[in-house]
């Protein structure tokens, strides 16, 4: 029985046949996985099979929020989006804030599963436990913030909320993403896995309450959370003012702000022209998901050149990496241009900046010519080149055709040797760090069971010289990383991905009280009680349920790898200067990271008697 937190439901809906189902949320799951991406792994592991094509009507998409979405415990209004990822072939698990999460709670459903394939152009429309399909052919081609809006205009409900996909995930580009507002569920091309579906969006609305198990426990709980959030100095004012769209100057002060394809990390570095005052005169508003105190989310507007006027939520960090020092584009208003025309033709920023730097690195080296690229003097710092291109990647249109389904496949197509500068891990572009000068996180990249995400572990121990949980670390050394990769993995997945708390927190505030503070909560809300060991075994059990889906999808220890440029080219400028990660490193990292996981050490897989351990008993036999 659920005393709170959960709703104990799943809304299954299947667009071959316009069905849809309400099941039961086994108690056991709910206490194993606790939500967002433990209940996306567990119904992925479970339903989907690991050779399935991603973008076949057989593979799904789970939306699934945390146990304390839609309370007001702070900064919970998460989901997960999970599916087999069209861009790297693994698990593809992405989050999202904003308000679609708690309204998908308050229409009564921790989890809605998506299945099949509608035979045109379809929206759901989910009103508390009633569900219509649409025809979506008047949106079909739009972008997603028109998409929104004539929903709900159609709907005749301004609250409605809506997740969509844009011009890109219709043109299944494997960069695509899903947007809620302005917000991404971004990286693996899970849009593309909605457009192969024909499902151009879901609209939900609820009124449905989220109870809690135990009030007391709750205030206690809630105001201990609160408590340390106000007294932490690093979320407010400065985080919660700024965002972390002025990571370029922390980043770049480390030697690990990525430049121009990764060719040019620490030579170039617009901490100038991306700076305090260049932010500030374009910022007139914040935003925030539900229920968040923080709003790190800035609203701004472009003031120079063609750009002027355009106005987008962010760029935030990645973005300002993406479309800044990885295209070496120094032009901060060309950077909100590229993020708000990304949102709108729902493409993920990191991904497509990704791409674009690798082509603008083949034209600089003579790989590629204005013939190929259809007249587009694609040199880095080339900001118009970069917004043209954009949309060429999300329409198929010419060049951007070879670019659109992400830089291993553009490497594959265009050859010529183009594959060393393929900046990728199982085929996901890399996200803002230059782990040349950040160890543990490069082990991170090679081994997130995403690919090259930084958020499913990433190393804040050397991006925010924090010393949780081993005291200080060494950013430029390999020493003792795999056993902190695997610490940030699994605590991350236990008390972030899972519980869709805001892993802003987990960063800046709570490392040290993480899975108690999580504990806490979950008894609180819910009434299941955990110890902080059992929070980060949960972790632990959806990182090895992934593990073994990827293992079964073909991928193993060779996969765990890194791009060959990080491997034998040292940084040449900057705080890193010298550094790599060099085979030999990264051979000694995975020892001990598979060592700390209990997995075999020459394939990567995980063992038997670790799968009995995680109660995974049933991923030990598929393995065997
Ligand atoms: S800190 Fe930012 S991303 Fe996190 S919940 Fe709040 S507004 Fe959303």
């Not at 809304?11 to 309400?22: G, H, M």
Request: net charge neutral; glycine share 12%; proline share 4%.
């Amino acid at each position: 029985m659920y005393k709170g937190g959960y709703t104990g439901k799943i809304l299954r809906v299947n667009l071959t046949e316009q069905s849809a189902i309400e099941e039961d949320l086994p108690l056991e799951i709910a206490k194993d996985f606790i939500g967002g991406a433990g209940f996306g792994i567990k119904y992925l592991y479970d339903e989907v099979e690991a050779d399935t094509d991603p973008m076949g009507p057989d593979n799904k998409l789970i939306f699934a929020s945390g146990p304390f979405s839609g309370t007001t415990i702070p900064c919970a209004s998460r989901m997960a989006v999970t599916g087999k990822s069209p861009l790297t072939g693994a698990v593809g698990m992405a989050l999202s804030g904003g308000y679609f999460p708690v309204e998908l709670k308050f229409a009564g459903y921790d989890a809605l599963i998506i299945e099949g394939k509608a035979k045109e152009p379809t929206y759901v429309w989910i009103k508390n436990g009633d569900v219509k399909f649409r025809s979506a052919k008047k949106v079909w081609g739009m972008k997603t913030t028109d998409t929104q809006q004539i929903i709900k205009n159609e709907l005749n409900d301004q609250n409605v909320r809506i997740v969509c996909i844009g011009p890109a995930g219709e043109n299944l580009s494997k960069m695509s993403c899903i947007i809620n507002e302005m917000r991404a569920a971004g990286r693996k091309g899970l849009g593309a896995v909605m457009g192969s579906k024909n499902l151009k969006a879901i609209a939900v609305r609820g009124t449905h309450k989220v109870s809690i198990a135990d009030k007391e426990k709750f205030r206690i709980a809630k105001g201990a959370f609160s408590k340390v959030m106000k007294d932490c100095p690093s979320l407010y004012p400065k985080f919660s003012k700024v965002g972390t769209g002025l990571g370029v100057i922390g980043m770049s002060g480390r030697g690990i702000f990525p430049a121009k394809n990764f060719s040019a990390t620490g030579e170039f570095t617009p901490v100038e022209e991306f700076g305090v005052d260049v932010q500030k005169i374009r910022t007139i508003g914040r935003e925030s998901c539900y229920g968040c105190p923080v709003g790190c989310s800035q609203l701004k507007i472009a003031k120079t050149g063609p750009y002027i006027g355009t106005l987008t939520e962010g760029p935030e960090y990645e973005t300002t990496f993406a479309f800044g020092g990885q295209t070496g584009v120094d032009n901060y208003d060309a950077v909100i241009a590229a993020d708000r025309l990304s949102d709108e033709l729902g493409l993920d920023t990191v991904s497509a900046g990704g791409v674009i730097g690798f082509a603008m690195e083949l034209y600089e080296k003579g790989i590629l010519s204005k013939e190929d690229t259809g007249g587009l003097e694609l040199k880095f710092g080339n900001h118009e080149a970069m917004v043209t291109l954009l949309r060429k990647i999300a329409f198929r249109e010419g060049f951007g055709d070879i670019l659109s389904d992400g830089v291993k496949v553009a490497a594959a197509k265009i050859g010529k040797g183009s594959e060393q500068y393929a900046m990728h891990v199982k085929g996901l572009e890399l996200p803002g760090y230059d782990v040349r000068g950040s160890k543990a996180q490069g082990l991170n990249y090679a081994t997130a069971y995403t690919g090259a995400d930084h958020n499913r572990g990433y190393a804040f121990q050397e991006i925010k010289a924090s010393s949780v949980p081993i005291g200080e670390v060494d950013r430029l050394s390999i020493e003792r990383k795999g056993e902190l990769t695997k610490w940030n993995q699994d605590v991350r997945t236990a008390t972030c991905d899972a519980p869709t708390m805001c892993a802003f927190l987990l960063d800046l505030v709570v490392a040290s009280i993480a899975t108690r503070n999580t504990a806490d909560v979950m008894e609180a809300v819910t009434g299941l009680v955990y110890t902080p060991d059992e929070i980060q075994k949960v972790g632990e059990r959806i990182n090895n349920l992934a593990r073994v889906f990827n293992i079964k999808a073909g991928f193993t220890r060779v996969d765990d790898t890194l791009p060959k440029r990080l491997m034998t080219e040292p940084l040449k400028e900057g705080a890193a200067k010298g550094h790599v990660i060099s085979q030999d490193d990264l051979n000694i990292m995975l020892d001990e990271y598979y060592k700390a996981r209990g997995w075999d050490l020459k394939t990567g897989t995980p063992t038997k008697e670790k799968l009995i351990e995680l109660g995974l008993g049933y991923a030990a036999e598929d393995l065997a």
